[in-house]
């Protein structure tokens, strides 16, 4: 089984993918004690370091290097500062690629890095990479295309050492318009769970940036973005429809009782298998069972990456 280090590694979204690919993950880490407990709780083979990485000096072989660091800078939702220290943990991600030199690498990142003002950063990933002997390409895959009841847009990162001279391609969509399958839907992930689970979803009011544009899907369509604060979680289909009152302004339908998703419902829609376990840890407040979540990479999304590689790795 070729083996894999997983930096960034989170509650294990990525890295259920990675496992379902056919790779041991050998080390992971991140800096959220929560995350690192229902990891643990899911995956406890993996040896999961917990502070930050750049305290990590020796790593351990590993023919496929995966990473998905922080995207606050670059999100829709969170603070835009293109120079933001946190932009620069990339460069962590280098020093583990240089250390490892892997076969193959694979990052992910919020697709806003595309946008202009983010260009550059972009560019100078893909510099570092190349320079550390890797083939880069890069491309914005929507989760909803790959079997996720989510529509979902992250930008992909996926390098190739030189040397072995193989070209990757990115996996074609499975589901939607020109495929054989429709898209999941919310009904398809969690349509048998219970339709109010009391003490799993966040209950503060509907404020009015929440109330700026429509938060609802339907039963059988993909669900909106899952996000990792709650305050914007989207709303369950249980919930009134959203009608338009002017720009920036939405108001329910009826007065029917609306609630958000709740943490459990939000794994669901992000692919992760239904029986994730989420350990009742010191750490496991209902808002960090949000955080780890809505930071996740769908599983399926970050396998059919990972399987596109090719085999190269005997
Ligand atoms: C986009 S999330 C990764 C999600 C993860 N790959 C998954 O699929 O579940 C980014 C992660 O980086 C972690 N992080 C931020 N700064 C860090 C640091 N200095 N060292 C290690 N992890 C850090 C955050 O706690 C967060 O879990």
């Known amino acids: 089984m070729p083996r894999a280090v997983s930096l960034f590694s989170g509650c294990g979204g990525s890295d259920a993918g990675v496992i379902a690919a056919g790779f041991d993950v050998v080390m992971a880490n991140d800096i959220l004690p929560y995350a690192r407990d229902v990891y643990l709780a899911n995956h406890p083979e993996t040896d999961y370091r917990l502070g930050s990485v750049s305290e990590i000096t020796a790593f351990p072989k590993a023919e496929l290097l995966v990473g998905c660091y922080p995207c606050q ?17 990339y460069l962590e991600f280098a020093r583990a690629l240089k250390a490892i030199k892997p076969k193959a690498f694979i990052v992910e990142n919020v697709s806003g890095m595309v946008r202009a003002n983010y260009e550059h950063l972009l560019k100078d990933q893909i510099k570092v990479f190349s320079e550390a002997g890797y083939d880069v390409k890069t491309s914005v895959l929507n989760a909803a295309s790959y079997g996720v009841a989510q529509e979902r847009k992250r930008i992909f990162i996926v390098g190739i050492k030189k040397t072995i001279r193989r070209r990757y391609k990115f996996p074609v969509p499975t589901h939607g318009p020109d495929t054989d399958n429709d898209f999941f839907s919310i009904r398809d992930a969690i349509g048998d769970l219970p339709e109010w689970p009391e003490g799993e979803f966040y209950e503060r009011e509907f404020h009015w940036y929440y109330m700026s544009r429509d938060r609802r899907r339907d039963w059988g369509q993909p669900s909106k973005t899952i996000v990792a604060n709650p305050r914007h979680m989207p709303l369950h289909p249980m919930s009134p429809v959203m009608e338009k009152v002017e720009h920036n302004v939405w108001k329910f339908a009826d007065e029917g009782l609306a609630r958000r998703f709740s943490y459990r419902e ?6 992760f298998a239904p029986n994730l376990v989420f350990p009742d840890t010191d750490a496991g407040s209902l808002l960090m069972r949000y955080t780890v979540v809505g930071n996740a990479v769908p599983p399926p999304l970050f396998q059919a990456v990972a399987e596109a590689l090719p085999d190269i790795w005997d």
Not at 76 to 89: A, C, D, F, M, Y
Not at 266 to 271: E, F
């Open 73 to 89: 800078g670059f999100s829709q939702g969170g603070v835009r500062e293109p120079s933001r220290r946190i932009n620069k943990l």
């Open 266 to 271: 939000a794994a669901r829609l992000q692919g």
